[in-house]
């Protein structure tokens, strides 16, 4: 199984490859203001794909922060439910009639 999973990581980085080197136009994308960027068209689409990863990130470390201090309070309550003896209570004797 872990051949199949590396020949299927080998051949997207083969295809990604080929893409990159086959996409190495000039092109301009232009911004607002009148400034442009000249570069290869694999460079632009590689920033696009940096921001885009860097923008997911940030917008998922609210979510992170919030379970990892919620993750660390269940540990503090369950290290105190070990720490606390449990008390068995010994059901009610049965009326002597």
């Given amino acids: 199984m872990k051949f199949i999973v590396w020949l299927i990581r080998v ?21 607002l203001a009148g400034y442009a960027w000249p570069a290869p068209l694999i460079l632009i689409g590689l920033a696009f794909f940096v921001v ?13 922060v919030r379970l990892r201090m919620e993750n660390g309070r269940l540990k503090r309550e369950l290290r105190v439910a070990r720490e606390t003896p449990v008390v ?6 049965p009326p002597l009639i």
């Fill in 11 to 31: 051949l997207v980085f083969v295809l990604l490859l080929v893409l990159a080197l086959s996409n190495t136009q000039p092109a301009t994308l232009n911004f």
């Fill in 52 to 64: 885009g990863l860097l923008a997911g990130l940030v917008s998922s470390m609210p979510a992170m």
């Fill in 88 to 93: 068995v209570e010994q059901p009610p004797m």
